[in-house]
């Protein structure tokens, strides 16, 4: 077998990029792990910044995003008994977010995939690289129980943080930043309405809470919880009881609840590798970057990336140009560091750590405040959460 461009991974990372090269003309093939219904019903993030959404619409896989995204304006901060709203779209010259499941992006794009006929297997096995110094490297895999070769131009491992692509680089090649928090997120998918138009991101002495929606009648919640808590631990009434506690700072307010769809326990990671690409393989998206999620960025970074990648390779096939594919990583990075601050900003900002000293704790709540009253701050807390246009 043979294509332009292989990309391992049917994330929103390589389903943009195989879009994306789609529109240019490149041939690829996209290899998936799991399958289709499998990733279509992972729960994950569901803010996109301006950016992704006007890319989703430029690529014409945004008809449902239009029609069904909510979009936001505002966001409130709770802390100290009050809630306090940032004006996002005021601050930022009009610039808004839109609520969209991942998950229903990445159903849009399969689906766009698969009319026009792309080329996209999931449930493949076995998945491996192999002489990616070279110009015609190859991935190696299993499907239908049988042996494959793929040839290309260039590998995109946008297969995730668990993915082998990262793993193909020999590791002295490699610098990798790390921290990890002592807090995890438990998060919830309620059918229950919305109990606030907005999202509301809440400091509260018992830890952090996080309100935000997927519908009219659905509801996505945070808590800040215990890296690696049991979720057995948390039967319905403790999830509600505890959820209620942390939003109830703004007095009379009381969260909608309703049966609990789905949730989960998601780790808090920062983490970086630099370059970000080795001989003709090139990471996108988690495979070369975690961000925590308090800053709603993961999945607009990994969109990010593979802009910046269908650019490059744009250039390497209509003028053999190599230039912009030699600068992939160190594009990519400028922005990757960018949120990667950001995150950890609104990380610190927001959460309670396991033993907070009284000091920490009052340098946490005057932050929050000048980030209320002042415009230059709430002003750095909105370009950054709308998404920078430029880095
Ligand atoms: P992924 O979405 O991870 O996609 C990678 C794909 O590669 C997967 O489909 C995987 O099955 C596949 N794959 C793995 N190994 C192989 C292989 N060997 N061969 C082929 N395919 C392979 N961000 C937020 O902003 N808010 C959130 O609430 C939020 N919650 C999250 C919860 C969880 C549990 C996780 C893991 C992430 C969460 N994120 C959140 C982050 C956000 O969802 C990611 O940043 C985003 O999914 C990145 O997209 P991606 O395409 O790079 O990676
Ligand atoms: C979500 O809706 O899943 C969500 C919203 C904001 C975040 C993280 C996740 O910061």
């Not at 991942?102 to 399969?110: C, F, N, R, W, Y």
């Not at 190696?140 to 131009?153: M, Q, T, V």
């Not at 948390?234 to 969260?255: H, M, N, S, Y």
């Not at 009052?362 to 002003?379: F, I, P």
Request: charged share 25%; glycine share 10%; aromatic share 8%.
């Amino acid at each position: 077998m043979e294509t332009q461009v292989a990309i391992v991974g049917a994330g929103p990372a390589g389903l943009v990029l195989a879009r994306l090269l789609e529109r240019q003309g490149i041939d690829s093939v996209v290899l998936e792990v799991r399958s289709r219904e499998y990733v279509e019903g992972r729960v994950r993030a569901g803010v996109l910044e301006q950016r992704t959404v006007d890319l989703l619409t430029e690529a014409g896989v945004a008809d449902r995003l239009q029609r069904e995204g909510m979009v936001h304006a505002g966001l409130e901060l709770r802390f100290g008994g009050r809630g306090h709203r940032i004006d996002l779209s005021e601050l930022t010259g009009g610039r808004t977010i839109t609520v969209y499941g991942q998950q229903e992006v990445v159903k849009d794009l399969i689906a766009a995939r698969l009319s026009a006929g792309g080329a996209l297997r999931f449930a493949v096995s076995d998945v491996e690289l192999a002489e990616v110094e070279s110009e015609r490297p190859a991935v190696r895999f299993r499907h239908d129980g049988e042996a494959h070769e793929l040839r290309c131009d260039a590998i995109a491992g946008c297969d995730g943080f668990h993915g082998i692509c990262r793993a193909a680089i020999p590791p002295g090649a490699l610098t990798v930043y790390e921290r990890e928090y002592p807090f995890a997120w438990l998060g919830i998918l309620a059918r229950a309405r919305p109990s606030s138009e907005e999202l509301i991101y809440a400091n509260h002495p018992r830890g952090f809470a996080l309100h935000s929606m997927r519908t009219p009648e659905v509801t996505r919640l945070y808590l800040q919880c215990e890296p690696g808590e049991d979720l057995g631990a948390w039967p319905d009434e403790r999830i509600w009881a505890e959820l209620q506690a942390r939003f109830e700072l703004t007095e009379g307010f009381r969260l909608n609840e309703g049966e609990i769809l789905d949730r989960g326990v998601t780790p808090m990671r920062s983490f970086v590798v630099e370059p970000m690409q080795h001989g003709r393989l090139f990471l996108a998206g988690d495979a070369a970057h975690i961000v925590p999620p308090t800053g709603a960025k993961g999945l607009n970074l990994a969109v990010a990336d593979v802009e910046v990648l269908a650019d490059a390779l744009s250039a390497f096939y209509r003028d053999g140009d190599e230039r912009r594919l030699a600068g992939y990583s160190e594009r990519c990075l400028r922005r990757v560091w960018r949120v990667q601050h950001f995150s950890s900003w609104m990380t610190a900002m927001l959460h309670r750590p396991p033993g907070q000293d009284p000091f920490e704790a009052q340098l946490q709540h005057s932050q929050l405040e000048y980030v209320c009253r002042s415009r230059a701050a709430a002003t750095t807390l909105a370009e950054n959460y709308v998404g920078l246009a430029e880095v």
